[in-house]
């Protein structure tokens, strides 16, 4: 990529074992109980994240249990790494393993996906027309990308005419980054923002307007670039003190910030976005566009009967109790991962968090006793501010921060050490937890 994006590898090698070796020390393994007799069907919707480490670690606890995991993706996504590949350090490929490596022989996979979820009889039905029933179900099924909730957009027009859209997954990451690279080539306006809708790491379209401002600052063409963040409410981030702090670092380096700006439309001929905001739609030109859409739980969730009745209603997040993880009207069904209908956690390092809530809860019932876990909001997001510096925010459901490293790296800085963690160590101790070890 050039020299403004090169390292010294010493210096990274030492700094990333460090980094890795903290990281771990941090998110170790707890020591495994006894393992639990029972003749339980299990049943886990999704094997991303949640769903692959779930079944790892009941197949390490249960002894006996009929554990089905339902998922039709032959490809498994590291999707903390769609900005690296979108800022061009990473290519596709970073992302991209197969779904069965990670599953535990114990663990039945179907290669389909859910059509109807029954918690009246317990079952589920495949597209397949198969019919799985279960005594406990898991739904970890991530979330859906409206992108047809933008008007004019499609996902073919990635890469091209300026626009960028690194959230629809790996290989759209890397187009995203010919667009991206061709504009702080040449300059010109650069619109950003995310949906109005809950989100999956609610910090990527912070990041990518930094890095773009970054890259352009390092090419030289930041003089005849105009950086536009457009957020969909009067703040930049749901935690107050961080949107005190990316205000201030949006001011310093001169990345203008549009409230209540929410992306409606565009129009790729004429290179014009429309906005929704309090006043009536606006439009604005652009050179280069990041386009994230509307995000919502999977049809299959939204017609179950699993969504909440009174909140999230246009978005069908499932009614889980936000400290054990655990449906309020279907005691057996539990919630892991994006699709969770809680105030806080739609990131993979909240799925860390999720992961000894719900077995611990599970694996008690199946006891006849009362888990004792509960989540607490846990959510993390190593904010990139530029290459070689992010911050390694960390907070509650109160807005708490609860950094990992207290006295050791202040997550309002923007420090090296953090952005190691994210772009070296981060992915080991994801695919540890992807085992059932972290």
């Not at 209540?260 to 906005?275: C, M, P, Q, S």
């Not at 209603?313 to 057996?332: F, K, S």
Request: aromatic share 10%.
């Amino acid at each position: 990529m050039g020299d403004p994006f090169e390292f010294s590898a010493t210096r990274r090698g030492f700094l990333g074992l460090a980094a890795g070796g903290a990281a771990f020390a941090a998110l170790a393994p707890e020591g495994r109980a006894q393992r639990v007799a029972t003749q339980a069907r299990i049943v886990i919707v999704g094997a991303g994240a949640g769903g692959t480490a779930i079944a790892n670690r009941l197949a390490a606890r249960l002894d006996g249990a009929e554990i089905t995991i339902l998922d039709g993706h032959r490809v498994h996504w590291y999707q903390p790494g769609f900005t690296l590949i979108a800022s061009g350090l990473k290519p596709a490929s970073y992302s991209i393993s197969e779904t069965g490596a990670w599953l535990p022989g114990a663990v039945r996979w179907i290669q389909d996906f859910a059509a109807e979820i029954d918690p009246e009889a317990n079952s589920v039905t495949t597209t397949g027309g198969e019919r799985l029933d279960y005594d406990y179900l898991i739904v970890a099924t991530g979330l859906s990308l409206d992108w047809g909730a933008v008007e004019g957009f499609s996902l073919d027009m990635v890469g091209e005419n300026g626009i960028s859209a690194h959230y629809a997954g790996p290989d759209y990451a890397e187009r995203s980054w010919r667009a991206l690279d061709r504009f702080t080539d040449q300059g010109g306006i650069g619109l950003f923002g995310r949906p109005a809708t809950e989100m999956k790491c609610a910090g990527a379209p912070l990041k990518i307007t930094m890095i773009a401002e970054d890259i352009a600052t390092r090419k030289g063409t930041r003089s005849g670039t105009q950086f536009v963040y457009n957020a969909h409410n009067p703040s930049l981030f749901g935690v107050p003190i961080v949107h005190h702090r990316l205000r201030q670092i949006f001011d310093e380096r001169g990345i203008e910030t549009r409230y209540d700006h929410v992306l409606r439309a565009i129009d790729a001929e004429r290179k014009v976005a429309t906005y929704a905001t309090p006043d009536g739609d606006v439009e604005t030109d652009y050179d280069f566009i990041n386009v994230i859409p509307p995000q919502r739980a999977p049809q299959v969730v939204r017609q179950s009967g699993l969504s909440w009745a009174d909140r999230w209603t246009d978005q069908g997040w499932l009614d889980v109790d936000m400290a054990t993880l655990r449906h309020n009207r279907y005691a057996n069904v539990f919630g892991i991962g994006d699709i969770n209908g809680v105030p806080k956690g739609k990131t993979a390092a909240s799925v860390k968090w999720h992961l000894p809530v719900v077995e611990d809860h599970l694996i008690s019932e199946i006891q006849g006793r009362e888990g004792t876990r509960q989540f607490n909001g846990y959510t993390s997001c190593p904010m990139i501010t530029r290459i070689g510096r992010a911050m390694l925010i960390e907070f509650d459901y109160n807005d708490n921060l609860v950094p990992s490293f207290p006295g050791v790296v202040a997550p309002l800085e923007e420090l090296w050490i953090s952005w190691l963690m994210k772009e070296v160590a981060l992915k080991a101790t994801y695919n540890a937890m992807l085992r059932g070890l972290a």
